[in-house]
């Protein structure tokens, strides 16, 4: 192993100054990227029924309670146990007061006279909950022509691929019934997703529910809308998740999305902060699998006032977690029963009462893989036996990159199928007209157009739900961030309008031959990152969907002390450990990753690479850095 130390002259300078040529779009990129971080980081007893949160249920801890104390306290202190083979029975002491211990000590200091008179402190309290890595990332000075010894944001889950040329697409079709025949494609050049935006946003072709052309902004749009969505918006997005998320794999499946149960609102955290708001009461616990999504520990906790019990899944599969330099299987990332079991029992140690959500990232994010099916039918049917609600964050469904597994016993057969077609049934029966996927009152969905199109300036999310006991207060919940008339039709129109290839042929749906596009440029540029590790003997995770790679940079870690091993190393130890190194690679060699431990993964020394964040030019220059990083600690 070896040490990875700081120093204050950047060793990577002289990776920039190789001769690769640069563009305003690097410039441009790096000023997107800044924003995002100042947006991030500068702004900030049981209920009777397990199928919704209660209302009238007094809240025993408050929501600056909860924001008051430091992030790590957010969050199950299974994330802070000495040893993850521990992890089952560390909590069994005063497992009955810890709880209140910690949140009462937290509202005593948070009411203390002391604080200041300018603002409240749940509102100091709230960027507390943000990931250090965000902060950090503020900090340093980002890659761009003008400063290129600065560092590569490799760390935020951004897609500028979405910028390149839709492959062979050269105009687009509102209406294929009102087209005139030989439409004239003749010297057009490919369009780009902002084009196909430009021109709908612009158009005034009927609404799919209207007869009558509109204008750009109509007389009604000034007007309250519908907190859930204009119906015609909800039935565009029912047909695109059908076609998204059942179809492929579930044809004969006769039940579909209800436009009625779908809820749009302004982006996916929104959605689910609601959705858990109405399934969950405050304190209650949602159990999510390491390593996760760093960002829901500030979605979940601020106003939705939820407790996380990180699933660790380590010591619940068969076998030893190899050591550094061997690749960890997929296998030992994916919840079973035993995982959740001992997840639950942590809730209860913690709460007081059992966890009312299991959160899944399927996609998952940040390991760039998919659940099995019979991973997600194991989690499905263990919700629904303990009466757990699963929300399926399916948010990079559409960035499936890899469309069929490559090894193993299911070879061959669909990297991803949705929670939506494993968990819905033909047999059910409802009064409703619409029975929708048959779902039940406990599987949830949501989603966002953030990813796979790359669209998160326009806060587009969805939340699905056959729960009726929470249709309407997840409606109400939605007058707090509900999307802009304007907005919802140019998503009405750019979900049902048409491509128009270079071959004249209209046929297929735009958001389709997008979606395909996309894929293989995704697709080509994890390849290029696959190629380089192997070649770098770097393992990874073997990335099918989703935007980034998940790597093992364990070798590079300071070595432990002895009679100390990975698997008892404390948290304070892999906390440190890891830090080192990423402040290495931040500092002296100019690659921003997104440290593992920030997402609570179960060992040090793992990073996630967004692959995507990065023009052509600065993805190969930092190809060159890590080589770079690698020769000089290897030596």
Not at 78 to 85: C, K
Not at 203 to 211: F, K
Not at 297 to 320: K, M
Request: proline share 5%; glycine share 6%.
């Amino acid at each position: 192993m070896h040490a990875a130390t700081a120093t204050a002259t950047p060793a990577f300078a002289t990776a920039t100054n190789t001769g690769m040529s640069t563009t305003d779009r690097s410039s441009s990129s790096s000023a997107k990227t800044g924003n995002l971080l100042s947006r991030f980081a500068g702004n900030f007893g049981r209920a009777p029924s397990r199928l919704f949160s209660s209302s009238s249920r007094k809240r025993s801890i408050s929501i600056s309670s909860v924001l008051s104390f430091p992030r790590e306290s957010i969050i199950s202190s299974s994330a802070s146990s000495s040893s993850s083979h521990s992890d089952d029975s560390v909590h069994q002491k005063s497992s009955t007061n810890l709880s209140s211990r910690h949140f009462s000590t937290a509202l005593k200091a948070s009411t203390s006279s002391g604080g200041s008179k300018l603002s409240s402190s749940r509102a100091q309290a709230a960027i507390k909950l943000l990931p250090s890595y965000l902060i950090d990332a503020r900090a340093i000075t980002q890659y761009s022509p003008s400063t290129p010894e600065g560092a590569l944001q490799l760390s935020v889950a951004e897609n500028q691929l979405a910028e390149l040329p839709v492959k062979g697409m050269v105009d687009i079709m509102e209406d294929t019934t009102k087209a005139v025949s030989g439409v004239d494609t003749v010297g057009k050049k490919e369009m780009k997703l902002v084009d196909v935006l430009s021109q709908l946003a612009s158009s005034n072709i009927a609404r799919s529910s209207d007869e009558d052309a509109v204008n750009i902004f109509e007389r009604d749009m000034i007007y309250y809308q519908p907190t859930q969505g204009v119906p015609s918006l909800r039935t565009a997005m029912a047909n695109y998740l059908q076609d998204l998320l059942v179809s492929p794999t579930h044809p004969s499946l006769s039940t579909t999305f209800n436009p009625d149960n779908i809820v749009m609102g302004a982006g996916c955290n929104a959605v689910l902060e609601n959705l858990c708001m109405c399934l969950a009461n405050p304190g209650d616990a949602v159990l999510i699998p390491t390593p996760y999504y760093a960002a829901f520990e500030f979605d979940l906790v601020a106003r939705a006032e939820c407790h996380i019990v990180p699933v660790n899944t380590f010591n619940h599969q068969d076998g030893e977690v190899p050591s550094c330099k061997v690749p960890i299987a997929p296998e030992f990332y994916y919840p079973n029963k035993s995982s959740l079991d001992a997840g639950y029992q942590r809730a209860i140690d913690e709460t007081g009462r059992a966890p009312r959500v299991l959160l899944l990232s399927h996609p998952n994010n940040p390991l760039g893989i998919c659940y099995p099916p019979h991973v997600m039918e194991e989690c499905i049917d263990w919700c629904r036996d303990k009466e757990v609600h699963l929300i399926s964050d399916e948010i990079y469904a559409g960035s499936v990159h890899r469309k069929e597994r490559s090894t193993g016993e299911e070879e061959g057969k669909p990297t991803f199928v949705s929670a939506m077609a494993l968990g819905g049934s033909d047999t059910a029966t409802t009064s409703s007209t619409n029975a929708g996927l048959g779902l039940g009152p406990y599987i949830h969905l949501v989603y966002a157009l953030s990813k796979d199109f790359a669209l998160s300036g326009l806060r587009v999310g969805v939340a699905y739900t056959e729960n009726e006991e929470i249709l309407m207060p997840l409606q109400k919940l939605n007058d707090l961030c509900q999307i802009s008339s304007q907005t919802q039709l140019l998503v009405e129109r750019m979900l049902c309008a048409n491509a128009v290839m270079g071959d004249d042929d209209m046929s297929q749906k735009f958001v389709n031959v997008y979606l395909k596009a996309n894929q293989d440029n995704v697709r080509a540029r994890c390849d290029k990152l696959h190629s380089s590790l192997d070649e770098l003997g770097i393992p990874y995770l073997r990335a099918d969907s989703g935007l980034f790679v998940w790597m093992d940079f364990r070798e590079f870690l300071t070595n432990l002390p002895t009679g100390i091993t990975e698997a008892t190393e404390s948290i304070e130890s892999k906390r440190q450990r890891e830090r080192q190194l990423y402040l290495s690679l931040m500092k002296e060699y100019g690659l921003l990753f997104t440290p593992g431990m920030s997402m609570r993964n179960e060992r040090a020394g793992f990073f996630r690479c967004v692959f995507t964040a990065a023009s052509d030019e600065e993805f190969e220059l930092g190809l060159v850095r890590l080589r770079k990083f690698v020769d000089e600690m290897r030596k």
